[in-house]
Structure formats: structure tokens, C-alpha cells
């Protein structure tokens, strides 16, 4: 047995803290090395977490992580990882008392700061910022949405479109627009209402024209 405990105290409980030296991810387990016990290491451990059956979650310490250990009498067979601390060098995140949040190691963030009710996602260029009137969404390539039924934009005021070039395209019919030129492409086009051009126009082919028509340039 690696407790000093005496035999008929078979309540005791030691709780103990460790290196990680292995992860068996599949198992959601791993094992502690603890210098304090002549570098003894711990059986495969399971990891404590919030949720196992109908909501699932899922971590794992890394290798070298310092965690706390809860233990039994019956030694290092029988036990559980409670969690990671930080110790020594390792700092945490943030010093707010209002700010939740997950950073991991390539940079990533998820973090919520109840304080100013922000929820924040950062992965690499991309970042999302949502807070009780806004959604901000900013990335340096590609942004894309699609639905396999209808997609609704709805602005109660407007709705604004910057982009150098803006490319619609609805089945056969196309629109190209970008800082000079206004290109539609269409089997059929029709417009319904006043319709007034300021500038010259150019036709070509034939055309039918309904009604009066009145044009200093026409004979």
C-alpha cells in the first residue's frame, strides 16, 4: 500500500498532486507520476467531468500538466483526476473574476465576459464577437453560408454591401457589379415602372416600343 493509512480507517481519502506522464484519450483516462512518492506512477486514472451520458464533454490534461488527484486507501489503483492547477510559472489567462474562458494551445479562444455580457471566438485571423446587439464577424479569406432551403436578411433599417466587385447570380440570370460597370445577363429582362437614364444609351438589336415615345434625337 503507498499510504501510510491504518487499516481500519477505510473512510480516509488523499487527495494528492501529480505529473501526467500518459493520456488515453479513448478511455478519457490517464497516469500521474508523483515526485513526492519516489516517482511512483499511478495506474490509468479516470478524468473527471461535468457530463458522460446524454450531454457528453470531453478533456484531456497534456503530458507534463500538473493535476490533482483524489485517492482511497487502497493506494494508487484507485483514484481520480479532479483537475488541473496553475503552479509555478504557469499563469492563468486572465485576471478578471468575470471573464470565462478556454485558450488553447495553437493561440484559439473562446472566452465570455459576463460583465459586459461579450462572448468572444478567436481562431487564428478569424474572429467573432457577440454581445446583446451586435455580431461581428471578421476574417481574411472566405466567408461562406449556404442552406439547402431559404435564406432570410432582414434589415429593420438597411441593409449595406461594400465590396470592390458584387457577383449575383439567381439560375440563369446574372449580375456583376464593381466600381464603374453594371453588367446583367438574362434570357428575359423586365422592368416595371418609370424608368430613367441620365447619360447616354446605347441599343443594340430591335425593339418594340409600346406607347409615346419622346426623344429630341429621334426623327
Not at 481520480?80 to 494551445?105: N, Q, T
Not at 471578421?138 to 449556404?146: C, G, H, I, M, P
Amino acid at each position: 500500500m503507498i499510504f501510510d493509512t491504518e487499516q481500519n480507517d477505510r473512510c480516509m481519502a488523499v487527495m494528492k498532486l501529480g505529473e501526467v506522464v500518459e493520456v488515453q484519450p479513448a478511455q478519457c483516462k490517464a497516469r500521474v507520476v508523483f515526485d513526492d512518492d519516489d516517482s511512483v506512477v499511478s495506474d490509468l486514472l479516470p478524468i473527471v467531468i461535468p457530463n458522460s451520458i446524454e450531454n457528453k464533454d470531453f478533456w484531456l490534461p497534456d503530458i507534463g500538466e500538473d493535476v490533482l488527484c483524489l485517492f482511497g486507501t487502497s493506494g494508487l489503483e484507485d483514484g481520480y483526476i479532479l483537475g488541473s492547477i496553475y503552479a509555478g510559472e504557469i499563469h492563468a489567462p486572465s485576471e478578471s473574476k468575470d471573464v470565462r474562458m478556454i485558450k488553447f494551445s495553437d493561440g484559439s479562444v473562446f472566452k465570455f465576459d459576463r460583465s459586459v455580457s461579450v462572448f468572444e471566438i478567436e481562431i487564428g485571423s478569424t474572429k467573432i464577437k457577440v454581445d446583446k446587439n451586435n455580431v461581428e464577424v471578421e476574417t481574411v479569406q472566405k466567408v461562406a453560408l449556404k442552406s439547402t432551403s431559404e435564406v432570410n436578411i432582414e434589415g429593420a433599417a438597411e441593409v449595406n454591401i461594400k465590396t470592390p466587385v458584387l457577383n449575383l447570380m439567381v439560375g440563369n440570370t446574372s449580375m456583376k457589379l464593381n466600381g464603374s460597370k453594371a453588367t446583367i445577363e438574362s434570357k428575359d429582362l423586365t422592368f416595371k415602372g418609370n424608368v430613367a437614364v441620365t447619360g447616354n444609351l446605347a441599343v443594340s438589336g430591335t425593339g418594340d416600343f409600346e406607347g409615346e415615345v419622346h426623344s429630341p434625337n429621334i426623327q
